[in-house]
C-alpha cells in the first residue's frame, strides 16, 4: 500500500482537484498521486475507467490492450478517434486520455495480458481488468495477492455489467456521522438539538480470491437460502464468461441470432451443472447483452472507477466484492460472494 | 454509435433514437457526461445550453473541457468535444440562460424530452414549469459528492420539481450576525455582508454594525448604550457603513478600528446581550495577538496552503491588503459607471482573502474558533463537493431513463437514487418501485393553483411584491397581476406601464388581508392566484413568507412510517439526499440577483426513507 508521500501538492494541483479533495480530503489526493494504475481492455467500460481515473489525479495510468479498434467499439469508445479505427485500442486511446490531464502520466502497451510475465504487473498499486478471458483474471489475481496490489476487473455486456474486487486485507478510514444532543447557545432556544457530528474511524475488511466468487456453490448454505430471492445477475455473468472462453470473443450484435442460440445453450450447460432451474435468467435479459451499451458503461466504469479510488485512497468502506448492474430495473446491487 | 449498427438495440428504439430531437439543459458536471452518452448512443439532433464558463475547479470531472479551454464558453467548447466523438451529429450550442423569455413554451414543444443537468433552484423551477407547460418529459437530476439522484418530470402523471416544498434556505437572525455571532459561520456571513456594504449591491437588511434594536437588549441597557455612544460620536445620526467608509477613504487602520474595536465596545454596551454569554474582546490593530487562537493545528507545516491557519496579526495583514486592492477595484469601476458595484465571488482572490480575514477576526473577538480559508470558501461559496464518478453514474442513468421515454414506457422511468453505500438490502443504485403521482395541492402543476403569502401590507410596495415575491420567491420571469375582484393591473410586464405606482403599499393599492390576485406569467405559461395575508412586520422575524394553499400543503406521508421520532434530529445520513451538481458560479449570479449569505446554490434536500420512497 502506498504509504502518504511528503511531496506537497502543488497549487495547480489543488486548484483543479479543488472539488474531489473537499470530499475526500488531502490525504486521499496525495495517496492518488502517488498511485500507479493498469487499466487492461480498452473498449467502453476500460474507457469509462480510463477516463475517472485519470481525471482524479493518480500517478500514471497504463493502458493495455493487444486487439485493434473496431467498428462496434464506436458504441461506447469515445477515446479512440474516428479516423484510428483498426489501430490498437491503447495506442489509439493514448492521446486523449492524456488530454484529460497532463498531470497523469498516461502510456499505452500492446502486448497482451498472457505475454506478459507476472513480474510486469508488479509495478502497479491497482490493476483493473476488462474484456479479459477467465484463465487471466485468476492468473492476475493469484499474482496481485502474492504482491499486495489491490486487483479488480469487471465487464460491461450490452445493457448488463458486473465488477468484482479482491483488495485482500484492506485497511481504510471511514467518516462516519453520529448525531450527538448539543446545547444551543442561544437563551431564547435552550432545548437541545442533535447535531452531527463527522468523525474518522479506521477499519479493514478482508476480500477472497476470484476463485472463490466465481466457484459459488448454490446448492449448499448460505447460498442455498438466498438463491429464491437473489435475482439474475450473477449466473448471467457465468453464461457470459463462458460464452467468452469458448468462443474467444463476446456476443456481437454482427452475429446476433446466431449469438442468441449459443447464449442459449451455453444457459442451459451452465444453469444445469450449478443445479439452478433454468427460469432463473429470463430469455429477454440474453437479447440484451450485445455490444457494450455507453450509458451503461458509464454506470458501471463509475462505480468500478469509484471503487478504485477508495481503494488506492484508503478512504471509505470498499464494497465487498462484486457490482451487478440489472438493465431490467436500472438496480445497482452490493453482494459479498465466496467469502 | 449504438443505434446506427445494427442487432444493438431494437428496431423501435434504434428509431426513436436517430429521429428524436432532445435538449439538455447544463453543461457541467453530468451534462458533459449526458451529452457523451447521448452521441455514443446515436442521437443526431441535439441542442445543449449553458450559460457559463469554464473553471479550472470544473477540470477534475468535466471531462469535455481541458486547461486551455477555461474562460470559454461551457455549451460551445462541449459541442466541440462531442462532435470529435461522432462528427455527423448535429449538436446545436447556446451560451445562453434558459430562464430567458427567447425559450418559449413553443421552443421546447420542439424537443422530444429535455435532460436538466443544472445547478440551481431557479433554473430548475423554471425548466420544470416550461416543460409542464409544454407537456414534454422532462429528466431531472443531481449530485452532491456520492450521492446522486435521477427522476422522471411528466405533467399528470408525476410530481413536478416544485410538489413538494424544497428545504428552506438557511438564514441567520441579524442580531445573531450582528450582534451575538456563537459560530463561525455567523462570522463569515458577517464578512460578506462587510463585503456588499463596502463595495456590493447595498441591501439595508444586510447591515453588519450593532443592532440596536436587538429585543434581547431592550430596555435600560439598550438606550444608555445609544446615549453613549452619541456622547463619544457627539453625533445621533447613523450614516451607513458604505458613507463611513468613504468619508474614511476607505482607510484600513480607521476601518479596523471602527469594526473590530469602537463597534465591539459599543456591543459592550448593551449589557443585557452578555448576561450570560461570552463577552466580546475590542482589538486595536497595533495590538494584534501572534497566536491561531481557538484552532489546535499541530500540522500547520502541511496541507495546501489555503489550509495553513493565520494567526490574527496575519488577518490584519489580509484585511489591509484585500481592502486596498477591493478599494482600487471598486473606484475604477465607480469612475466609469457610478451605480456599478463590486459582486462577491469566492475565486476572486482579494474578495475571498477580504471575507476570511475579516470572519477570522470577528471569530477572534467573540471566542469563535477560527477557520482555515480553504473552509471558509467552502462555508462561504456554499461550495458542494463534486466528483467525476458520481457524475457519470447519475448520467448515465438520465440516458438509461431516456431510452425508457422514447420506447413509450414512460411508466418504468422511475427515479434512481445512487449513494456512497449500499443500503440494508445491498442495493447502491436504488430504483422505487413507481412512479409518485402529483401532489394535489401542489401550487405549480395543478389546476388553478393557489398560494397564500404572508406580509405586511403596509410596508411591502407593489415593486417588492414583483420583485420579491412572485420573481424571487415564486420563481417567475415576467408576471402581469390583477386584483381578482376588480380586473385592477397592479403588476404589469410591459415596460414602464405602472412605474407611478411602483414604490405604492399594497394597502394604498386597495391589497389588503384577504385580497386575491390573479398572477399570470406569460413566459412560462402560468397561472397562479396569489392570496395575500396580512402579517404585521416584526422585529427579526421574515417580512415575506409562504403559507402554502390555503387548505395548508401536506405531504402526502400519512401511509409512510414515520422517520422514528422524525422532527430535524432523527435523520440518518442516508436520508439526507442532495441534488445538485453545484456550480455557484458568479454569472449564475448575474442570471438572477439573489442574497449572498443564504444558502440559495445549496443543494435541494430530501429526506428519503431507508427504503425508496420520497418523504418529505
Ligand atoms: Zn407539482
Known amino acids: 500500500m502506498v504509504e502518504l508521500n511528503s511531496n506537497e501538492l502543488t497549487d495547480a494541483e489543488a486548484e483543479q482537484y479543488d472539488r474531489q479533495i473537499r470530499l475526500w480530503g488531502l490525504d486521499s489526493q496525495k495517496r492518488l498521486r502517488s498511485s500507479r494504475v493498469l487499466i487492461i481492455g480498452l473498449k467502453g467500460l476500460g474507457a469509462e475507467v480510463a477516463k475517472n481515473i485519470t481525471l482524479a489525479g493518480v500517478k500514471s495510468v497504463t493502458l493495455l490492450d493487444d486487439g485493434a479498434a473496431s467498428q ?12 484510428q479505427i483498426g489501430k490498437n485500442r491503447a495506442e489509439a486511446s493514448l492521446a486523449r486520455t492524456q488530454n484529460l490531464n497532463p498531470m497523469v502520466n498516461v502510456t499505452a502497451e500492446t502486448c497482451a495480458v498472457a505475454d506478459h510475465p507476472d513480474e510486469y504487473f508488479h509495478a502497479f498499486e491497482a490493476i483493473c481488468a476488462t474484456k479479459c478471458p477467465t484463465d487471466q483474471l485468476l492468473r492476475l489475481d493469484k499474482i496481485c495477492r502474492e504482491k499486495s496490489i489491490k486487483f479488480f476487473c469487471g465487464d460491461v ?11 485482500q486485507t484492506h485497511e481504510f478510514a471511514e467518516e462516519i456521522t453520529e448525531f450527538k444532543p448539543t446545547a444551543t447557545e442561544e437563551p431564547a432556544a435552550k432545548r437541545l438539538k442533535a447535531e452531527p457530528v463527522k468523525t474518522t474511524v479506521k477499519r479493514s475488511s478482508t476480500f477472497v480470491p476470484l476463485q472463490n466468487a466465481l466457484d459459488v456453490d448454490w446448492t449448499a448454505e448460505p447460498y442455498s437460502k438466498k438463491l429464491k430471492k437473489s435475482e439474475s445477475s450473477y449466473f448471467l455473468m457465468k453464461i457470459l464468461l463462458k460464452f467468452r472462453s469458448e468462443n474467444m470473443r463476446d456476443p456481437s450484435p454482427g452475429t446476433r441470432s446466431a449469438d442468441m442460440e449459443e447464449l442459449n445453450r451455453l444457459k442451459n450447460e451452465v444453469l444445469t451443472k450449478m443445479s439452478i432451474p433454468l427460469e432463473k435468467v429470463p430469455d429477454n435479459l440474453l437479447s440484451m447483452v450485445f455490444a457494450e451499451i455507453g450509458p451503461v458503461c458509464a454506470i458501471v466504469g463509475g462505480v468500478l472507477s469509484q471503487e478504485i479510488i477508495k481503494a488506492l485512497s484508503q478512504h471509505e468502506a470498499p464494497h465487498n466484492n462484486m457490482f451487478f448492474f440489472n438493465p431490467e430495473r436500472n438496480l445497482g446491487h452490493v453482494e459479498c460472494l465466496g467469502a | 454509435m449504438a443505434a446506427s449498427i445494427a442487432g444493438v438495440f431494437t428496431d423501435d428504439l434504434k428509431n426513436a433514437v436517430e429521429t428524436s430531437k432532445v ?41 469535455l473541457f481541458q486547461k486551455q479551454h ?24 447556446n451560451h445562453d440562460s434558459i430562464i430567458k423569455p427567447d425559450y418559449s413554451v413553443n421552443y421546447f414543444k420542439q424537443f422530444r424530452m429535455v435532460l436538466n443537468a443544472l445547478d440551481n433552484r431557479a433554473a430548475r423551477n423554471h425548466v420544470n414549469r416550461m416543460c409542464l407547460a409544454a407537456d414534454i418529459p422532462l429528466i431531472e437530476s443531481g449530485t452532491a459528492g456520492y450521492d446522486g439522484q435521477v427522476e422522471l418530470i411528466k405533467k399528470g402523471m408525476t410530481k413536478c420539481y416544485e410538489c413538494e416544498p424544497k428545504a428552506a434556505q438557511k438564514t441567520f437572525p441579524g442580531c445573531t450576525i450582528r450582534n451575538t455571532p456563537s459560530e463561525p459561520i455567523h462570522c463569515i456571513v458577517w464578512g460578506k455582508h462587510l463585503f456588499n456594504q463596502l463595495f456590493g449591491e447595498y441591501d439595508a437588511d444586510n447591515d453588519v454594525s450593532p443592532d440596536t434594536e436587538d429585543p434581547e437588549a431592550a430596555g435600560a441597557a439598550g438606550e444608555s448604550a445609544l446615549k453613549t455612544k452619541a456622547n463619544e460620536q457627539g453625533d445621533i445620526e447613523r450614516v451607513t457603513t458604505r458613507q463611513w467608509a468613504q468619508q474614511s477613504g476607505y482607510d484600513s487602520a480607521k476601518l479596523f478600528h471602527k469594526l473590530f474595536h469602537d463597534d465591539i465596545k459599543y456591543l459592550l454596551s448593551m449589557h443585557n446581550l452578555w448576561e450570560k454569554r461570552r463577552k ?51 473606484e475604477d469601476l465607480q469612475s466609469k459607471n457610478k451605480d456599478d458595484h463590486l459582486v462577491w465571488d469566492k475565486d476572486d482572490k482579494d474578495a475571498m482573502d477580504f471575507v476570511a480575514a475579516c470572519a477570522n477576526i470577528r471569530a477572534y473577538i467573540f471566542g469563535i474558533p477560527q477557520k482555515t480559508r480553504f473552509d471558509i470558501k467552502s462555508m462561504a461559496g456554499n461550495i458542494i463537493p463534486a466528483i467525476a464518478t458520481t457524475n457519470a453514474i447519475i448520467a448515465g442513468l ?48 395543478r389546476d388553478s393553483p393557489q398560494i397564500a403569502v404572508s406580509v405586511d401590507v403596509n410596508k411591502l410596495t407593489v415593486k417588492e411584491l414583483e420583485e420579491r415575491v412572485l420573481k424571487s420567491l415564486l420563481n417567475m420571469v415576467q408576471p402581469d397581476a390583477v386584483k381578482d375582484s376588480t380586473g385592477d393591473v397592479v403588476i404589469s410586464s410591459e415596460e414602464g406601464e405602472m412605474e407611478g405606482t411602483y414604490h405604492k403599499s399594497l394597502a394604498e393599492m386597495g391589497i389588503l388581508d384577504g385580497t386575491v390576485l390573479s398572477v399570470d406569467d406569460f413566459v412560462q405559461n402560468y397561472s397562479l392566484q396569489v392570496i395575500i395575508n396580512h402579517r404585521e412586520a416584526e422585529h427579526n422575524k421574515p417580512d415575506i413568507e409562504i403559507v402554502g394553499d390555503q387548505s395548508k400543503c401536506q405531504p402526502k406521508a400519512e401511509e409512510e412510517k414515520s422517520n422514528g421520532g422524525s422532527g430535524d434530529n432523527a435523520e440518518e445520513e442516508d436520508d439526507l439526499m442532495l441534488l445538485d451538481e453545484v456550480e455557484e458560479t458568479p454569472s449564475a449570479k448575474a442570471e438572477r440577483k439573489r442574497k449572498q449569505d443564504s444558502a440559495e446554490e445549496s443543494p435541494v434536500s430530501k429526506k428519503l426513507r431507508t427504503s425508496d420512497v420520497i418523504v418529505l
Open chain 2, 398 to 445: 438520465v440516458v438509461l431513463n431516456a431510452f425508457n421515454i422514447l420506447q413509450n414506457r414512460l411508466e418504468s422511468c422511475h427515479s434512481v437514487y445512487c449513494r456512497l453505500r449500499p443500503n440494508h438490502r445491498g442495493q447502491l443504485i436504488v430504483p422505487e418501485r413507481g412512479l409518485n403521482p402529483p401532489n394535489e395541492k401542489c401550487y405549480v402543476c
Open chain 2, 280 to 330: 466580546p474582546t475590542p482589538l486595536k490593530m497595533n495590538e494584534l495577538p501572534d497566536a491561531v487562537a481557538g484552532s489546535s493545528k499541530d500540522n500547520s507545516a502541511e496541507g495546501l496552503k489555503d489550509q495553513r491557519p493565520w494567526s490574527i496579526v496575519e488577518c490584519g495583514q489580509i484585511f489591509s491588503r484585500s481592502l486596498q486592492s477591493l478599494k482600487t477595484k471598486f
Open chain 2, 23 to 63: 435538449l439538455v439543459v447544463g453543461a457541467g458536471g453530468i451534462g458533459c457526461e449526458i451529452l457523451k452518452n447521448l452521441v455514443l448512443s446515436g442521437f443526431k439532433d441535439i441542442e445543449i445550453i449553458d450559460l457559463d464558463t469554464i473553471d479550472v475547479s470544473n477540470l477534475n470531472r468535466q471531462f
Open chain 1, 72 to 83: 462496434d467499439d464506436i458504441c461506447s469508445q469515445f477515446l479512440v478517434p474516428r479516423d
Open chain 2, 70 to 93: 477555461v474562460g470559454k464558453s461551457k455549451a460551445v467548447v462541449a459541442r466541440e468535444s462531442a462532435l470529435s466523438f461522432n462528427p455527423d451529429v448535429k449538436i446545436v450550442a
Open chain 1, 157 to 167: 455486456f450490452g445493457f448488463f455489467g458486473f465488477m468484482f474486487a479482491d483488495l
